[in-house]
């Protein structure tokens, strides 16, 4: 019979309220309404197992996303989905492309006098990889590319939290492996953070703002 076993992690705090590496717009800068689009690549989905709820997990990818989608209040993100027939959609889209994630395991062969070698399978950290593109639409030709960015995040592990989400890969004697909601989500909002990040440049030079001071200034 198998056992789940949950692995233990250190409390992941979600970062979107602080957004240490998007500078918020200078003061007086317009803000502009753009039309979401969050893909979420199935490759996302391949580390857990087939009975955890797609649904659930497209959710926390929303939820981790989401409150950095305004970058440094220069938008005002609206889901492509909250558009309607014969709504007006605005001039510019950005798309959140989530592409992989991955947890990260270490099987380590433990042996001890009097007993039979074994592999001890532990967590040691989970990435995730996202790209955005932000572009500007016209009447009767293709959208203007106004800049694309792509970057990685990661989230480290420690015992002291326990797993909801069902990992496809077992330990040796076949326990199951349980994954906190908060690894995951962490993962995917700081690989988006860091690519909307490099995406501000491209986005001020659109609207012609200032660039944001350098650190220490």
């Not at 639409?137 to 420690?158: C, F, I, T």
Request: net charge negative; proline share 9%.
């Amino acid at each position: 019979m198998r056992t789940l076993i949950p692995l233990l992690f250190a409390p992941l705090a979600l970062p979107a309220l602080a957004c240490h590496n998007i500078k918020t717009a200078p003061e007086g800068s317009p803000r502009v309404e753009v039309e979401l689009v969050i893909d979420v690549d199935a490759a996302v989905y391949d580390p857990f197992a087939d009975d955890v709820d797609r649904t659930q997990l497209r959710g926390l990818v929303e939820d981790a996303v989401v409150p950095l989608s305004d970058v440094g209040l220069r938008f005002y993100p609206v889901p492509t989905e909250a558009y309607k027939d014969g709504d007006v959609h605005p001039e510019y889209a950005l798309t959140i492309h989530v592409q992989r994630f991955n947890a990260v395991l270490e099987h380590k062969l433990i042996e001890a006098e009097g007993q039979a070698p074994w592999i001890r399978t532990t967590l040691e950290r989970t990435d995730a990889q996202s790209s955005v593109v932000f572009e500007r639409r016209r009447d009767g030709a293709p959208p203007l590319l106004v800049g694309s960015a792509q970057a990685e995040g990661d989230a480290k592990v420690a015992p002291e939290e326990t797993g909801e989400l069902l990992l496809r890969h077992e330990t040796q004697a076949g326990e199951q492996i349980l994954l906190p909601h908060s690894a995951f989500s962490q993962a995917v909002q700081e690989s988006v953070e860091k690519a909307l990040a490099l995406l501000q440049k491209a986005v001020d030079r659109e609207f012609m703002l200032p660039a944001p001071p350098a650190p220490g200034h």
